[in-house]
């Protein structure tokens, strides 16, 4: 039964609200914590304008977006940052992995 939270939200964006390989695939790749900022990010927003919304220091979250930039979690424009689903699906991410290999997420891997 899955859980109603952040990776729950994630997963159901990704069409695998079921899926509890595809859970374990994004709670490898970042915490809930992580998660639920991820989904702050749906709409176009600049770390100052998230800085406030969250009530956050703004250096401190845009180094922690610009880590999502690196991870390839989330996609950065000139001054604005993103989350959504295609972004990550073209990224070497577990996401993608489990989209190029939707055997996976029946058998709870890519090799079964």
């Known amino acids: 039964m899955p859980k109603n939270d952040a990776y729950q939200t994630i997963a159901e964006m990704w069409d695998f609200p079921e899926s509890e390989s595809f859970r374990k695939s994004l709670e490898a790749l970042f915490t809930l914590e992580e998660a639920e900022l991820l989904l702050q990010l749906r709409e176009p927003v600049t ?10 220091d703004e250096k401190s979250l845009a180094e922690k977006l610009d880590d999502f930039v690196k991870r390839g979690l989330i996609f950065k424009g000139k001054t604005q940052y993103q989350f959504r689903r295609e972004y990550i699906t ?20 890519g090799n079964g």
């Open 47 to 56: 770390a100052a304008e998230l800085a406030v919304r969250l009530k956050r």
């Open 90 to 109: 073209g990224s070497p991410t577990l996401p993608a992995y489990h989209m190029q290999n939707p055997r996976s997420i029946i058998t709870g891997g």
